[in-house]
């Protein structure tokens, strides 16, 4: 079974400081893959970035990175120089194995940018 | 890029009535979709995984007589909510899988039952 594990409801940052959303994972299939996922308040599901298991070097799009760190199993997202227009849920979500499509998703951190 | 859409965005229904969701992706081929169900501030929870030409695949508790679920062709799945009640009102959201094993989301379809 997979297990997605988001630990921070809420943060708030300030605009054009980084912020960092925890999230760790538990799986026992040796590929799989990471996603972060970014939902405004309008509800629409945005893709920010992806990590597979077997990626040597961490995922970087943009403003955003992820910290994969395998033995820990865990794969944070960094938000770097943070806008107004960031402030939405962020959801750490999870593909198991190579046959198994589904994607698990943790809960969710609500994260408030300040002017 | 893939592109997939839902319609309706927003519907509101009376108790007892059926609710026909769709999904549909625009410029690409979709053999699995995947519907989710989402309440408010809540994280997105997969109720179903759809296939093209054959039956779908239930996640546990989700009764498959209350979610009909279609996937006639290779564009199109589609969510049937029968007989809602107001404890069915959320936010569904459909996802399709893309080359490259990533995933593309509809807009989503915000369900009220009164």
């Known amino acids: 079974a997979q297990k997605i594990t988001q630990t921070q409801p809420g943060m708030f940052v300030q605009e054009k400081e980084a912020v960092t959303l925890d999230c760790t994972y538990d799986?026992?299939?040796?590929?799989?893959?990471l996603f972060w996922y970014k939902q405004p308040s309008s509800g629409e599901m945005i893709f920010l970035i992806y990590?597979?298991?077997?990626?040597?070097q961490n995922a970087t799009e943009g403003r955003y990175s992820l910290n994969f760190q395998k033995a820990r199993k865990s794969a944070n997202l960094v938000i770097s120089a943070s806008q107004l227009g960031d402030s939405a849920m962020y959801f750490c979500a999870m593909r198991g194995g190579s046959n198994d499509y589904k994607l698990s998703f943790g809960a969710g951190t609500t994260v408030t940018v300040r002017a | 890029g893939a592109v997939v859409s839902q319609h309706p965005s927003r519907v509101i229904c009376k108790s007892g009535t059926s609710v026909k969701i769709e999904c549909r992706s625009l410029d690409f081929q979709a053999t699995t979709m995947f519907w989710y169900r989402q309440f408010p501030k809540q994280s997105l929870m997969l109720m179903a995984t759809s296939n093209e030409g054959s039956k779908a695949t239930y996640e546990q508790g989700v009764e498959k007589d209350k979610f009909l679920i279609n996937h006639a062709s290779l564009t199109l799945s589609t969510l049937t909510v029968t007989s809602a009640h107001p404890e069915d009102s959320s936010f569904y959201i459909c996802?399709?899988?893309?080359?490259?094993?990533?995933?593309?989301f509809g807009p989503g379809t915000r369900l009220t039952v009164l």
């Open positions: 799986t026992s299939d040796p590929s799989y893959g």
């Open positions: 996802s399709a899988k893309i080359a490259g094993g990533a995933r593309e």
């Open positions: 990590q597979g298991s077997y990626d040597q």
